[in-house]
């Protein structure tokens, strides 16, 4: 019985690993295997990319849009944009999320008979076509093979090409016998003082071989497309929220007297982590009591750095947390500010409820049609009236939210339903320091505060602080006299 007992509990080890080799994520390409959870929430991508693919080909208006993935060594330092910010259109239109170099290029040709899409890759091709749903599927070394024939005039192709070079020759169809359109994902971020892009040195094949091609900024249609977030989007940023308030709700939780903001920070980005999320941008937890320094715009690298400072959290203080997990690239964007007491003092109270007004009454005039300039307006008038406290607000309302934190879009056009915004104002008052953002979906008929669930009233904070934090140990009870 016993030799049987091994042989069953033998076969049974062998069969769970089995089992979870093919459940696990495969990897591709030299891909290191993916968290559960993020496999889990890219499922959908290939059909989502599909119709994102439909959308932006129908909004070219002829030409033929070439999309190719970014290494991500390739610089791009603004904002809180993340080193694979310059792949990310590429990501969206193919659902294909990893760069090894070479890299890939998908070329969309709306005009052609067959080839209105095509994938050039060293990746397999049976995983690139089953990622992204795309048919034809070429080696990389054959884009530049086919671009040359296809800038010849499709009225000038012998009928020997049209046989023999099929490819090419539906791209010539496609592009037409005049002015040749080209739409290409330019670097998001324009500085001069960086090396070109090594991705976009065919163009300069292009110039110096034709001067019929007109060059277009694919980025100038990807972005409506990007501000309106569809179902795969929604899916993957909704779970991005949920698992911010678990790990922010936690760290608001574990910042007490004598803990580091460096701890606090770790505290709430392992949670981040353990869900299966990667992080947005670095979380900034700071001290917000006794800020008597100017108040002055910084530079993305200024802050960036206080964001890897630490300081010991003292009794008393308040502590200011912004941070936002990701999955999949679509990030939240949260703050919150909160007494390491477990209540707030009578003047901490006075300023937090000030600026949580001012908050709410910029959120309630969120819907289609309000423009970011006057909710702007709103956080401005309400914070002057509040006694000069808007001298302290240095930064916008707010921003668009998606594959970024701080995503591309229009910001002097209207708001439209379906659009993920984030809402952010604070103010320093004697010191004193309350910030709060908070994510926000324009609806139909106005708008759903989709971070609501993460405290922000006083009770609902003060009533959070007196729950244990998993991650603080009890401090043992003092021996009786």
Do not use: C
């Not at 009225?155 to 490819?167: D, G, M, P, S, Y």
């Not at 080209?182 to 034709?210: H, K, M, Q, S």
């Not at 106005?446 to 922000?456: A, E, K, Q, S």
């Amino acid at each position: 019985m016993t030799k049987r007992l091994s042989i069953r509990l033998g076969l049974a080890a062998v069969a769970a690993l089995i089992g979870a080799a093919l459940a696990a994520p495969a990897a591709a390409h030299g891909v290191t295997l993916l968290p559960f959870e993020t496999a889990k929430f890219r499922e959908g991508h290939r059909e989502a990319a599909i119709a994102r693919r439909a959308d932006f080909a129908r909004r070219m208006k002829g030409g033929i849009a070439v999309i190719t993935s970014a290494d991500r060594t390739q610089p791009n330092l603004y904002e809180s944009y993340t080193i694979d910010t310059e792949n990310k259109d590429f990501v969206f239109l193919t659902g294909i999320y990893d760069t090894v170099p070479p890299g890939h290029i998908l070329v969309l040709n709306p005009g052609g008979t067959t080839y209105k899409e095509v994938l050039y890759t060293d990746m397999s091709p049976y995983e690139a076509a089953r990622l992204s749903g795309i048919k034809y599927v070429f080696p990389k070394a054959k884009f530049l093979e086919h671009m040359s024939s296809a800038l010849s005039d499709y009225r000038n192709l012998r009928i020997t090409q049209l046989r023999f070079k099929e490819v090419a020759s539906d791209f010539s169809w496609g592009w037409g016998d005049k002015e040749k359109l080209l739409y290409v994902n330019y670097p998001r971020i324009d500085n001069l003082n960086e090396p070109p892009a090594p991705r976009l040195a065919f163009l300069d094949r292009i110039r110096a071989t034709t001067s019929e091609v007109v060059f277009k900024d694919a980025g100038d249609l990807l972005d409506p497309m990007r501000m309106i977030i569809d179902g795969f989007g929604r899916k993957n940023l909704d779970r991005a929220i949920a698992i911010t308030g678990i790990g922010l709700m936690e760290g608001m939780k574990a910042a007490k007297a004598g803990m580091t903001t460096l701890q606090v920070m770790e505290t709430t980005d392992y949670l981040y982590r353990f869900n299966g999320a990667t992080l947005g941008f670095n979380t900034g937890v700071s001290l917000a009591s006794n800020m008597n320094d100017e108040i002055k715009w910084e530079s993305a690298a200024a802050e960036e750095a206080a964001r890897k400072g630490d300081a010991r959290i003292v009794p008393g203080s308040l502590v200011h947390f912004d941070t936002g997990a990701a999955m999949n690239h679509y990030s939240a964007d949260i703050q919150r500010t909160v007494p390491v007491d477990g209540k707030f003092t009578a003047e901490q109270r006075r300023v937090y409820q000030g600026v949580l007004d001012v908050q709410k009454a910029v959120i309630a005039a969120v819907k289609p049609g309000a423009t970011w300039a006057q909710l702007q307006q709103i956080a401005e008038t309400e914070l002057r009236k509040k006694g000069g406290w808007d001298k302290s607000y240095t930064y916008g309302i707010g921003h668009f939210i998606g594959l970024e934190t701080h995503e591309h879009g229009d910001y002097v056009g209207p708001l439209k339903p379906g659009m993920v915004i984030a809402i952010e104002q604070g103010a320093v008052v004697d010191g004193t320091r309350v910030a709060f953002e908070d994510d926000v979906l324009v609806t139909e008929t106005g708008h759903d505060w989709l971070t609501r669930f993460i405290p922000i009233e006083i009770d609902e904070v003060e009533a959070l602080l007196q729950q244990p934090s998993i991650y603080v140990p009890k401090q043992p009870a003092k021996p009786s006299q």
